[in-house]
T-cell receptor
Framework: SQQGEEDPQALSIQEGENATMNCSYK?????LQWYRQNSGRGLVHLIL?????REKHSGRLRVTLDTSKKSSSLLITASRAADTASYFC????????????FGAGTRLFVKA | EPEVTQTPSHQVTQMGQEVILRCVPI?????FYWYRQILGQKVEFLVS????????KSEIFDDQFSVERPDGSNFTLKIRSTKLEDSAMYFC???????????FGEGSRLTVL
């Protein structure tokens, strides 16, 4: 299966702390993305990292990619209560088809 | 800001009935997707569509499912004969080009009784 698998499944932190979520996947990829989903809502794209990149930043988000270990991490710095959501990694494989596969997600709860 | 819109937001149907879920992707996007999410579970890929034909489909997307882009703006998912296990949120997504970034609608909640 191409799916990414997130770790941990759930994470509870205090506002101001950093949150780190990890994702592992199984096959070669073109890119890896992170999405956010508020409860009952659609997914929102956060950041995309290509297979030839190792690190990417966007505001308070930092994503790393280690293709040798087939893993990625998402770091949210200085978390806020509004960051409470589920976070999913998603991968596009390198077979040329259009098939973005999502992992099971990490549920992040930031306590005010 | 352009967005993907989905209708209906919630549909309740009896088992065995046909259901059509509608999506209007962002107007200059070329790639279209349907996903489903059973409550509290993972987001599952159903099908992708490009150049008026199915590009990829999952094992879930069996003969009971079909997709259509009938008029250049709408993108529909039809479930021919619904089962209880089809109850889920169905998300439509579109992508401008092969950039990888998917734009999602807010979903259609399907409840099969």
């Amino acid at each position: 299966s191409q799916q990414g698998e997130e770790d941990p499944q759930a994470l509870s932190i205090q506002e101001g702390e950093n949150a780190t979520m990890n994702c592992s996947y199984k096959t070669s990829i073109n890119n890896l993305q992170w999405y956010r989903q508020n409860s009952g809502r659609g997914l929102v794209h956060l950041i995309l990292i290509r297979s030839n990149e190792r690190e990417k930043h966007s505001g308070r988000l930092r994503v790393t990619l280690d293709t040798s270990k087939k893993s990625s991490s998402l770091l949210i710095t200085a978390s806020r209560a509004a960051d409470t959501a589920s976070y999913f990694c998603a991968t596009d494989d390198d077979t040329g088809g259009f098939k973005t596969i999502f992992g099971a997600g990490t549920r992040l709860f930031v306590k005010a | 800001e352009p967005e993907v819109t989905q209708t209906p937001s919630h549909q309740v149907t009896q088992m065995g009935q046909e259901v059509i879920l509608r999506c209007v992707p962002i107007s200059n996007h070329l790639y279209f997707y349907w996903y489903r999410q059973i409550l509290g579970q993972k987001v599952e890929f159903l099908v992708s569509f490009y150049n008026n034909e199915i590009s990829e489909k999952s094992e879930i997307f069996d003969d009971q499912f079909s997709v259509e882009r009938p008029d250049g703006s709408n993108f529909t998912l039809k479930i021919r004969s619904t089962k209880l296990e089809d109850s889920a949120m169905y998300f439509c997504a579109s992508m401008k080009w092969d950039s990888g970034e998917l734009f999602f609608g807010e979903g259609s909640r399907l409840t099969v009784l």
